[in-house]
């Protein structure tokens, strides 16, 4: 059986360890420090997965290391590129699990998407890692492996700067619902000797689970999307399961009290365009009596089919209409863009392959979408 990627033994993946988490190890080992914060540098600023290429680590430590801990980053498995720029990477994470991440260049940023799990138990009736069900979480080393593999992929520009400059959790899974691991790997992003991105440039989608939305309002409040998707809690209940247990009224309250902390001002709404069944004139109006004053932006993602589910993409007239009503009430709306169509990654749409060895044989694709 593959080893997972978080431990190896009783010895600790370092690549998943906060700084603070780092300093404690090497304490524990009767080191200083600075051994911690070079080691740290050393796996995400210079990308490397070898004790050996610490060259300024002392000999005795680099020959130490290897005993108590691991480096263990996520294996590319294939690679796809795409003409508009888009890259798409399928990394072995362990037992047969693959997840892909997409690099998407804009043009004044790079945009990492990222999974935090493989699969997702929440069930979105649109979503098709939802139908897949629920594999398992990723860990914090599994998740900061992906920017990890992507910085290294894609390099810095001539400045000096990374070409990674922000991320979104909007892979598979809900990042919500894999708290601890998330925000640890948020942490290492966040690191001014890690990966040294500022809060408005980390985006965490989420369909919604409240009382985590509060818990990072605490630990660690970075830009906030909120998958909406509908305009009252009875169509909410059907697309969004979730919404049952932490319908629209607590949401929109927890998501008001969310701001006073967050790095941005505003939430971003997005709302998956389904051909009849929350595209009309009349659902773009209960949104914005639903909205108010709240402050936010929509972005309106043109619904990415899969085998066997019960809906269409609604038309270009009606994601057309259905904007007008939104910016017609002073609201900022984007609709998502096509990116790397030729490879896939169309809108965001991701792919990753899962060998659940739980319930089911073989090798089942997921057909997902993500920003
Ligand atoms: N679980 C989180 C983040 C991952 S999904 C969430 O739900 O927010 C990222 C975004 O893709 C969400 O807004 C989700 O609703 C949307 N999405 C899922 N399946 C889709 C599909 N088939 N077409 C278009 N958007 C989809
Ligand atoms: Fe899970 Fe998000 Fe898909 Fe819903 S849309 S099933 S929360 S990944």
Redesign the pocket.
Known sequence: MAVPQHAKGDRPNLLGLSLPEMTTFFADLGEKPFRARQVFRWLHQGGVDSFDAMTDLAKSLREKLPDVATIIAPKLMTEQASKDGTRKWLLDVGTGNGIEVVFIPEDERGTL?I???VG?A?D?T?????KQGFNRNLSASEIIGQLWFANKAMGRDPKGERIVSNV??????????NFDNVTAAMDIMLDDHGYGLSRRRVT?????IVPNLMRLKERCPVAL?????APNDKLRDVL?PINQKYPLAELLVAIRDYLEAAPRDFVTF????LNQVNDSVQQAHELVALIGDLPCKF?L??????PE?P?Q?SSNNAIHRFREVLQAAGFVVTV?KTRGDDIDAA???LAGQVVDKSNRAGIIKL?????
Not at 225 to 229: D, I
Not at 270 to 273: C, I, K, L, N, S
Not at 301 to 306: D, E, G, K, L, Q
């Open positions: 998407c999974s935090s799990q997702c929440l979105c649109f979503c098709s890692t939802g979104v959790m909007m892979g598979m899974g809900e990042p919500l619902a965490l989608s989420t369909s919604g999307a909120v998958s909406l998707h969004v997005e709302y998956v365009m972005n993602i043109p619904w990415n089919a899969f589910a809906y993409r998502r809108c965001g749409q057909n997902h979408v993500v920003a």
